[in-house]
């Protein structure tokens, strides 16, 4: 073999490993906890003069136990989701005020993030791709994890509470050139879904709990509410949330 | 040109963009999430370190270092050392002004890790390494291939007047030797102070 064929075979080798390390290092997925077997209750039929109004008294966000500002994007879509039901005749903050002899259902909410970055592993990955001058990338996919639990606490006109919780978590997977900020997003906006459709399934569950003709308004004289210190989580640890956890199915 | 005039020019340049970008009055936090993607360019001027006896070689010249790094993680650490890492790739270019006008070029993966300091300004430190080409070897009594490697330790501050955009000073102490495939392999060192830009997205 002559020097000429053999420098052309080495450069067809270079930029054939280049375009397969580039092909392959740019691939990304989402994998979703497994879903639990749940039943789904069905649509349920409400008339709208059996409809009360929903008052949210808070939303509170956590991530990794610490409490943070909830965004208003976070804020908008558990309003939206809650008004997609159809079992509140409208939604409004807790702010607003209202007659307190009125049938109404307040709620509080919490939502609890838990993400795990895998740095160390994305660390030594990184040093081990950059080492080997990229083309470990597709041998080397690096993981981003993120859980999320949303607390709903409902309280009815009449005193009565009822808990619901949906949790759910799932990871992304990606090649160090399929990565992007929008991938993480995705991943957050795939587990919060899944949450909510998990309360959402629970709420309609209990339509007939919500129905104003379900009970009277309460007709003592002297309406209290509690002042107290805020709790670090709203439901506090010694409350019992309906044990419910589901994931949506895997996607991508 | 003198090599300083250049420099000088190079700063001057450097100085003009960052005055025509407009400031913000409100806080400026950079959000650098996962996958946040960096290009910057870089320029300097490289200066000669003779570490023994047998170096004589006195190389300069003008650098220029347009590079891509990724982030790689959520910040870590609870302390002062609290950052993100960045993996990337840079291609080095030197025109050695000195012994003789010859030229460098090179590839280098980089690593660097991004402290989160006051949030607009951040502190870094990088690591780079790669193969580099110039026809200064052969030239010099210290190298005498043309095909180096080229190994880059540094540090620097970003300072962030956007969310998405900083300008960059820095210092790196740079090795230029080939891995002993050929002999003499005394290696070049030297230092290179530099300024530049990074924008994210």
Redo the contacts between chains.
Sequence with gaps: MNPDTLRRLTLLCCATVSLLTTATGCSRWIEMAPLSETQDPGAQQIARDEQVPLIIDVIRTTRNGSPQNTSAETQQRILSSLAELGLFSHLSSGHDGSASNDKIVRAKILLSET?D?H??G??WK??V???S??TLTPFLP?E?GYAARVSLELERWDGQLKRYEGQSSGTAR?Q?FG??????EELKGHVTETCLNELARQLVHDTAFYTASSAPVSHSDIRTVSIRRRSPQIPDASSTPIPVTVSAPADR | MTPLSLAARIAFALLVFIMAIPCQADEVTPHLTVGTQEISLSAGYLLPHRLTTEHTTKQSGPALMPSWAMVLTDPIGKSFYRGQLLLGAEIVYIQFQEPFLTHGVGFTPKIKYMFEGTGRLRPYIEFAGGPFYTDLGGRIPEESSRFNFILTAGGGLSWFFTSQFSFNVGYRFHHISNAGTRMPNLGLNSSLPFGGFSFYF
Aim: aromatic share 14%.
């Design positions: 993400i970055p740095a160390g994305a660390a990184g040093i791709i950059g080492a001058m990229y690096l981003y990606y160090l990565a992007t900020p929008i991938m993480i």
